[in-house]
């Protein structure tokens, strides 16, 4: 299998999870796709791994595992298939792959969201940072808060319901919308996969920043 082949083969994973996605990155410049739907999924992996599943053990493995793959991302080599459309970005891998630590501290997915921010913050401003070099700069920062609340709905965890915290370049916005109206959804008992005009006005909305 060709490295595409197995990269697209990895995405259909997201895509299953994720159907409104199909219709939402079409908001996002068609240069960034890749590497935007890449990056998510790669986040959500980091987030599996810190708060997924009952017993830590694989989950911090998991995540050693992937610090040593970011660090090998900065030397040029890659394992994973997300590399395919990320290692090669202008991203200082190996200092985000030391900003992962703190996700072992397997309790800030459980605490409260100002002692989790608190606590997160070298991860959550080291998300903020490549999302600046993979994407741009934004008029605003990502929302720290925003950032951890579409990290736990990413697993399927609930988190409190409100308005998306904007911030962040247009892929993030978009994401960030879809998360929280995810988010709001299961709070109210509705189908927790967006309908498609839902989808298409929000992702509409947050491509814009509005």
Known sequence: MSDQDAFVATLADWRVRWPEWEIAENFIAGELRDAAIAWFML?????????????????????????????????GMRRHPLGHALQKQPVEWAAFADSLGVLRDRELGTADEEAA????????????????????????????????????????????AGKVLRGGPAPRQVFDALAMARANAARKGDAIVLSRWRTLLLAWRAGRGR
């Open 117 to 160: 921010v608190t606590g997160l913050h070298p991860y959550l401003a080291a998300i903020a940072l490549v999302e600046r070099q993979l994407f741009g700069g934004a008029a605003r920062d990502s929302n720290p808060l925003q950032l951890l609340r579409t990290q736990k709905v990413s697993i399927g965890l609930p988190v409190a």
């Open 43 to 75: 986040l959500g992996e980091f987030a599996e791994a810190a708060w997924g599943g009952r017993d830590p053990t694989p989950g911090l493995a998991k995540l050693g595992w992937w610090q040593e793959e970011l660090r090998g991302w900065a030397k």
